[in-house]
C-alpha cells in the first residue's frame, strides 16, 4: 500500500479517536454573599454550574429574601468589593437584555429566581440554558452570579433600563463562578482519556499491517 493511503488511514482512525475522546462534565460553583454595603440583610446561597447533554443546569439554594420574584444574572467582571464592581450583564454580543427563554437576550439573563416563605425565604434553583457555557466564547467562569433586589421585567418594560437591566434594582447578593470540577481538564489544550490510546495503538497496527 502506498504512503498516501497509509496517511489517510492514520488520520480516520485519529479523527475516530478524537471524536470520542471523553472528557468529564465541567462543573463550576458561586457562592453567594451579601457584598452591599446598604443592605444588611443576611443573604447567602451556593449555586453550581454542571455540563449536560441538555445545556448548562443551574442548580442551588439561596436563602435570605421573602416571597417574590428576583432579578437573577451573570455580570461580566468577577470582581465582588461590592456587588456593584462586577459591572453590567455579561453580554457578549452586544443585544439588548431580555428573559432566559427570549431569542433576544444577554447571554448572562438567567431571568428570575423565586422566594418561597417570610422574611429568610428559600429559592430552590433548578434551570437549564442552552446559552451560558462553561467553556467558549459564552463562558461564564471568572464572571459574577448576582442576585437583585427586584424583580426582572425581562426586556418588556418599555424604557431605556428595561433594555438593559430589567430594572431589577440593587444588588443584594453576588459570587465569582469559579472552578469546581473537574480539577484537571480545564488546563490541558488537548483532552484525552484511555480509550484515545486504544485508538492510536490500532492505528499503529493498521499502519504497520497495511
Ligand atoms: C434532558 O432532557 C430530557 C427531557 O426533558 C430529560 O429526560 C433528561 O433527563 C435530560 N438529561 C439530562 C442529562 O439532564
Ligand atoms: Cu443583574
Same mark, same amino acid.
Given at each position: 500500500?502506498?504512503?498516501?493511503?497509509?496517511?489517510?488511514?492514520?488520520?480516520?482512525?485519529?479523527?475516530?479517536?478524537?471524536?470520542?475522546?471523553?472528557?468529564?462534565?465541567?462543573?463550576?460553583?458561586?457562592?453567594?454573599?451579601?457584598?452591599?454595603?446598604?443592605?444588611?440583610?443576611?443573604?447567602?446561597?451556593?449555586?453550581?454550574?454542571?455540563?449536560?447533554?441538555?445545556?448548562?443546569?443551574?442548580?442551588?439554594?439561596?436563602?435570605?429574601?421573602?416571597?417574590?420574584?428576583?432579578?437573577?444574572?451573570?455580570?461580566?467582571?468577577?470582581?465582588?468589593?461590592?456587588?456593584?464592581?462586577?459591572?453590567?450583564?455579561?453580554?457578549?454580543?452586544?443585544?439588548?437584555?431580555?428573559?432566559?427563554?427570549?431569542?433576544?437576550?444577554?447571554?448572562?439573563?438567567?431571568?428570575?429566581?423565586?422566594?418561597?416563605?417570610?422574611?429568610?425565604?428559600?429559592?430552590?434553583?433548578?434551570?437549564?440554558?442552552?446559552?451560558?457555557?462553561?467553556?467558549?466564547?459564552?463562558? &461564564?467562569?471568572?464572571?459574577?452570579?448576582?442576585?437583585?433586589?427586584?424583580?426582572?421585567?425581562?426586556?418588556?418594560?418599555?424604557?431605556?433600563?428595561?433594555?438593559?437591566?430589567?430594572?431589577?434594582?440593587?444588588?443584594?447578593?453576588?459570587?465569582?463562578?469559579? &472552578?469546581?470540577?473537574?480539577?484537571?481538564?480545564?488546563?490541558?489544550?488537548?483532552?484525552?482519556?484511555?480509550? &484515545?490510546?486504544?485508538? &492510536?495503538?490500532?492505528?499503529?497496527?493498521?499502519?504497520?499491517?497495511?
Amino acid at each position: 500500500m502506498d504512503l498516501l493511503k497509509r496517511c489517510s488511514i492514520l488520520l480516520t482512525i485519529l479523527a475516530a479517536a478524537n471524536a470520542n475522546a471523553v472528557e468529564p462534565p465541567r462543573q463550576a460553583v458561586a457562592t453567594l454573599l451579601n457584598r452591599n454595603p446598604l443592605d444588611n440583610r443576611d443573604i447567602t446561597g451556593t449555586v453550581v454550574f454542571t455540563e449536560t447533554s441538555n445545556g448548562t443546569q443551574i442548580t442551588g439554594t439561596i436563602v435570605g429574601l421573602p416571597a417574590g420574584k428576583y432579578g437573577f444574572h451573570v455580570h461580566e467582571m468577577g470582581t465582588i468589593v461590592t456587588c456593584d464592581a462586577a459591572g453590567g450583564h455579561f453580554n457578549p454580543d452586544g443585544t439588548n437584555h431580555g428573559g432566559i427563554d427570549h431569542e433576544v437576550r444577554h447571554v448572562g439573563d438567567l431571568g428570575n429566581v423565586e422566594f418561597e416563605g417570610a422574611i429568610l425565604g428559600v429559592s430552590n434553583i433548578n434551570i437549564v440554558d442552552t446559552v451560558l457555557t462553561l467553556r467558549g466564547r459564552n463562558n &461564564i467562569v471568572g464572571r459574577t452570579l448576582v442576585l437583585h433586589a427586584e424583580e426582572d421585567d425581562l426586556g418588556l418594560g418599555g424604557n431605556e433600563g428595561s433594555l438593559t437591566t430589567g430594572n431589577a434594582g440593587a444588588r443584594v447578593a453576588c459570587g465569582v463562578i469559579g &472552578i469546581a470540577a473537574p480539577l484537571d481538564p480545564w488546563n490541558s489544550a488537548a483532552t484525552s482519556s484511555p480509550s &484515545i490510546l486504544v485508538f &492510536i495503538a490500532s492505528a499503529i497496527f493498521v499502519y504497520v499491517r497495511a
